[in-house]
């Protein structure tokens, strides 16, 4: 029995994030995290590798092969490779036995254009999906989080991801305000690498950089100091090479796209309606996305807003359990989607 009713029951909420790609399904959970990146055969364009497969071999391929990250900030840049990741994925949780094409709720950035829709639209069709719905990020990861977006309070949500950070208002399930920046974690590794290169000439790989910025990094000075032995290839002598880097460099390294973020977060403010803006001070801005993991991030915040930040338990997470929640609450999707500026596709 339970396995029958598995076959009706495979609707879908994606997060089709810029790093990573997570998949609820109904009734059961999040059952798919895996980063976006793909691994294919340059010359037959044959898929090597999907998900975490494919993001271990990221700048260390050999020269037939070729690993590729569709999403850029945000939105699909490599078209062709979205959908065929996306396929792999919903193929991956279907397990091939399912006979019913699903149901898909995707999460997109608050401010995508049209064209930008279109493709997120056309590539879970082409995945196999048999409706589309697209959810704006922030609505979701604010139910994600639990806030309760359908009374007339506001609240205000900044989701830090991989490629965007997605600042929205919102009050009565809809978005009064909302601000999209190109800045976030994928940033914050650039700026590492430049920072790196020019000071001590060695070229560090996007991988070296994360890792740099997930164990130094900081938005607020820490306590004690920390060091971090860090490895690429010297600029000059092309030879591989170590160097020893503290924190407080990091920090330096990260002050432009930290700044950016803070500076959208400040706009948003001052756009907001004074009505809501009263409940903000109340309720605080609530902070959320794999890059708001960044340490010291909420304290930066706090300090530079004078308001209360709430950090969510898995920042991670939080979008597509709001997708989810969408899924299984398809009345909850009409409000919000009714006063958001798209239903469903078609
Ligand atoms: N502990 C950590 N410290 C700092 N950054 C982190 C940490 N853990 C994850 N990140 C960063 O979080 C980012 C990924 O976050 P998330 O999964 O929310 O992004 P995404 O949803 O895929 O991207 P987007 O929403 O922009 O499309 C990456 O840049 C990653 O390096
Ligand atoms: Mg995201």
Not at 212 to 223: C, D, L, N, Q, T
Not at 279 to 305: H, P, Q
């Amino acid at each position: 029995m339970g396995e029958v009713l598995g076959w009706f029951s495979n609707d879908l909420a994606i997060d089709l994030g810029t790093a990573t790609t997570l998949i609820y399904v109904s009734g059961k959970g999040i059952v798919l995290n895996e980063p976006s990146v793909v691994a294919v055969e340059r010359k037959t364009e044959k898929i090597r590798a999907v998900g975490i497969e494919a993001k271990k071999m990221l700048g260390r391929t050999p020269a037939n092969i070729t690993a590729i990250r569709p999403m850029k900030e945000g939105v699909i840049a490599d078209f062709e490779m979205a959908e065929k990741m996306l396929k792999y994925f919903i193929d991956k949780v279907h397990n091939r036995s399912t006979f019913v094409r699903p149901r898909i709720v995707i999460g997109v950035p608050s401010r995508i254009t049209q064209v930008e829709q279109r493709a997120v639209r056309d590539s879970a069709e082409l995945a196999g999906a048999r409706e589309v719905y697209l959810i704006e990020e922030p609505v979701a990861a604010a139910i994600g989080a639990g806030l309760p977006i359908t009374e007339p309070s506001g609240n205000m949500v900044v989701d830090v991801g991989g490629g965007t950070t997605d600042i929205a208002v919102m009050s009565l399930g809809g978005i009064v305000y909302s601000e999209s920046v190109k800045v976030a974690g994928d940033r914050m590794d650039d700026a590492i690498m430049n920072y790196i290169k020019k000071k001590y000439n060695l070229l560090i790989g996007e991988h070296m950089a994360e890792r740099v910025k997930m164990e130094i990094g900081s938005a607020y000075p820490f306590e004690e100091k920390k060091t971090m032995m860090i490895k690429g290839r010297d600029l000059i002598s092309g030879i591989p090479r170590t160097i020893v880097a503290d924190d407080a460099e990091i920090r330096e390294a990260l002050q432009e796209p930290i700044g950016t973020i803070v500076n959208a977060i400040k706009v948003a403010l001052e756009n907001t309606p004074p009505e809501l803006a009263g409940d903000i001070i109340d309720r605080g801005i609530v902070l959320t996305g794999g890059g708001s993991m960044l340490k010291g991030m909420d304290t930066r915040f706090r300090e530079e807003t004078n308001l209360p930040i709430i950090t969510v338990d898995d920042p991670l997470t939080s979008v597509v359990l709001g997708v989810g929640k969408i899924l299984e609450q398809l009345d909850l999707l009409r409000k919000v989607s009714a006063t958001s500026q798209w239903g469903r596709s078609r």
